[in-house]
């Protein structure tokens, strides 16, 4: 209870500092459909237009925090700030501010997507309950109730709300359940559809109809995953070069460079490193 509460205070006070923010920002601001079906999916209740509007004006107090902080540690190592270096310290605290401000716009994306991934590992045990409570007692509707009751998580809540809402038929809480996953999972649409079918097939042969509708969203599963891994595996090869293999071999390199006769500036080091060779692995 008491770390409900806690919570509960944090996201009041979370939502009070972005109206503050946003109230401070002059012009008007544009959202994306995307990302208001995010914020609807996460069950945020600010508005789209004031996080975008507080992740603007975000910008200008981080880069200035930013600004200090690497000033002031610049003066703590006794480094002497040379007109360069303020000018990399300055560049660097805007790239920050302006990354919040992105991070302001792509990150309940970023969440939402990934709720909704976790959410659909859930599919075959719904679609198996489905197809359990067809088996044993026909009525869809019964089925998609059960199957709704006895789930947890974004998905059966979904599918409990297409329940509650529907009023067109046995099968059309299903179905609108059906419709509104397709963006993300296809074959669960699929799925659904081939249980729906179930109901109207003979009974010798229902049993054969069911097994076939789970199977789909299996095959669908086992292919997104595996689609999954392929997505991830250049990225990260990518990281590992860059992080572990690229590293190493600068640690062989400057010093060498030195012995021969070869200065390297240190803004030049960390402007490649930093930025050049991010942005040429981004693209």
Request: proline share 7%; charged share 15%.
């Amino acid at each position: 209870m008491q770390q409900e509460l806690i919570l509960d205070n944090t996201a009041s006070r979370i939502k009070k500092l972005t109206r503050i923010l946003a109230n401070q920002y002059p012009g008007d601001v544009s959202v994306t459909p995307e990302f208001v079906r995010a914020l609807a999916f996460l069950n945020v209740s600010i508005r789209p237009e004031t996080i975008i509007a507080a992740g603007y004006v975000l910008a200008v107090p981080v880069g200035i925090l930013t600004s200090i902080c690497l000033i002031g540690g610049i003066a703590l190592i006794g480094t002497p700030l040379s007109p360069r270096a303020l000018c990399v310290v300055l560049l660097l605290s805007g790239a920050i501010g302006v990354g919040v401000t992105y991070l302001t716009q792509t990150l309940p994306i970023a969440l939402a997507t990934l709720r909704r991934t976790r959410a659909l590992g859930a599919a075959p045990g719904l679609v198996g309950r489905i197809g359990l409570r067809l088996q044993l007692d026909g009525p869809p509707e019964r089925a998609s109730a059960f199957a709704a009751r006895t789930g947890t998580g974004p998905l059966a809540e979904s599918l409990q709300a297409h329940v509650d809402q529907t009023n067109m038929g046995p099968t059309a809480g299903l179905m609108r359940f059906a419709s509104e996953w397709k963006p993300w999972f296809r074959p669960l649409e699929r799925s659904l559809t081939l249980l729906r079918a179930a109901v109207d097939t003979p009974p010798e042969d229902r049993t054969d109809a069911i097994e076939s509708g789970i199977d789909a969203v299996l095959s669908g599963i086992r292919s997104t995953t595996a689609g999954f891994a392929g997505t991830v595996r250049g990225p990260a090869s990518g990281l590992y070069a860059f992080g572990v293999l690229l590293p190493l071999a600068l640690v062989g390199v400057l010093p060498a460079a030195r012995a021969g006769g070869v200065s390297i500036p240190t803004g030049a080091f960390v402007l490649f490193y930093d930025f050049l060779l991010p942005i040429g692995l981004w693209e």
